[in-house]
């Protein structure tokens, strides 16, 4: 398996637009993460999903994100619109709900200008 | 989940052992050690994890204390290539529950 696939890998936006992030968890896993990375703040975790279904999004900042999961081997976090705020590094991650280990994605560095 | 209390950085030096500390005092009966690290640029890696016992895998051993209220993490021959920063998280083994990371150790290890 390739792992957790994020893409892009880098996006650029100016203020105003809206941001779609794309992750394609690991095969078979059945938990999936999306989490926020700053200076400041750290690793936040921002929603995580069971089964495709919304578990926790109370670490969404506000109603500009929306995160959706269609199906099993898809998810999309949105930003709209977007923020010079919400440049950070965002990071997709997903686990077998029986499983210990959580895998990170390589991370999407979004920049807001 | 407990909350837990690690240095803000460490120095090791190559071939050495490094020893990192975690606190977590109020940790509750069910809940398990976990530590990740994240390498510049990339994105967090599991490590190892335990409930009581010290535990052992290809990268690291887990030394808990007895009463639980605080760990080691050892890497027995620390090289370059893990200088990062280490997460030490409390958290409840029940599936899907969520995984909170605090702000870690930045371990440095020098040549």
């Known amino acids: 398996d390739a792992g957790v696939i994020q893409s892009p890998r880098h996006e650029v936006t100016e203020m105003g637009q809206e941001v779609t992030l794309r992750c394609k968890p690991i095969s078979g896993h059945n938990s999936l993460f999306w989490y926020r990375q700053t200076m400041m703040r750290g690793l936040e975790l921002l929603i995580y999903f069971n089964n495709n279904v919304p578990i926790d999004d109370s670490g969404m900042p506000e109603d500009r994100f929306s995160a959706k999961m269609p199906n099993a081997s898809f998810s999309t976090l949105k930003i709209q619109p977007s923020e010079p705020r919400d440049s950070a590094v965002y990071f997709c991650?997903?686990?077998?709900?029986?499983?210990?280990?959580?895998?990170f994605g390589q991370g999407t560095r979004l920049t807001v200008v | 989940d407990a909350k837990t209390t690690q240095p803000p950085s460490m120095d090791c030096a190559e071939g050495r052992a490094a020893n990192l500390p975690c606190n977590h005092s109020?940790?509750?009966?069910?809940?398990?050690v976990y530590w990740y690290r994240q390498i510049h640029s990339q994105g967090p890696q599991y490590i190892i994890h335990g409930l009581k016992n010290n535990e052992t895998n290809e990268m690291a051993s887990l030394i808990i204390t007895e009463d639980r209220k605080s760990s080691t993490l050892i890497l027995p021959h620390a090289t370059l290539r893990d200088t990062a920063v280490y997460y030490c998280?409390?958290?409840?083994?029940?599936?899907?529950?969520?995984?909170?990371f605090g702000e870690g150790t930045q371990l440095t290890v020098n040549p």
């Open positions: 998280i409390v958290r409840v083994q029940t599936s899907g529950s969520r995984l909170t």
């Open positions: 109020t940790i509750s009966g069910n809940e398990y």
């Open positions: 991650a997903s686990k077998d709900l029986g499983s210990t280990e959580a895998f």
